[in-house]
């Protein structure tokens, strides 16, 4: 997973992931490319939890908490569907699921700016 936001400076964030449960609860576990845990998510209707090493804070919502752990709203809800292979519509984001059967999405935030890239390469277990 990439993602570029084109602020000033412009930010960038990579990390494989492990994405598990729905929009709704679920598990995200960042790590680095040699396998080092960067942050794990995890959200239920009742809480949405970052931990980072021995910290761990809490969010209001699934939403906030993906902004805090890479820097951009992505819409979780949305991410669920593109990596299913629906063409979800959220506003301001063009998903592009073109590449999709060869484990690649990619989907961008025109609105509101800045601009955001996301890309990911994705295979199912």
């Given amino acids: 997973m990439?993602?570029?936001v084109d602020s000033e400076p412009v930010q960038t964030f990579s990390a494989l992931f492990d994405l598990r449960g729905t929009a709704v609860q679920g598990s995200l576990t960042l790590t680095t490319p040699i396998g080092s845990?960067?942050?794990?998510?995890?959200?239920?209707?009742t809480?949405?939890?970052l931990k980072n090493g021995s910290e761990t804070?809490?969010?209001a919502s699934v939403d906030a908490?993906?902004?805090a752990a890479t820097g951009a709203?992505?819409?979780?809800?949305?991410?669920?569907?593109?990596?299913?292979g629906r063409d979800d519509t959220v506003p301001g984001w063009r998903p592009d699921l073109t590449q999709f059967?060869?484990?690649r999405l990619q989907a961008v935030r025109e609105s509101p700016l800045p601009r955001a890239d996301l890309r990911i390469v994705f295979e199912r277990t």
Avoid: K
């Fill in 65 to 67: 908490l993906i902004q």
């Fill in 47 to 49: 809480e949405a939890l």
């Fill in 101 to 103: 059967a060869a484990g």
């Fill in 57 to 59: 804070r809490r969010y």
């Fill in 73 to 84: 709203a992505i819409p979780v809800q949305a991410l669920f569907g593109w990596l299913a």
């Fill in 2 to 4: 990439s993602l570029r």
């Fill in 37 to 45: 845990t960067l942050a794990e998510l995890q959200w239920s209707p």
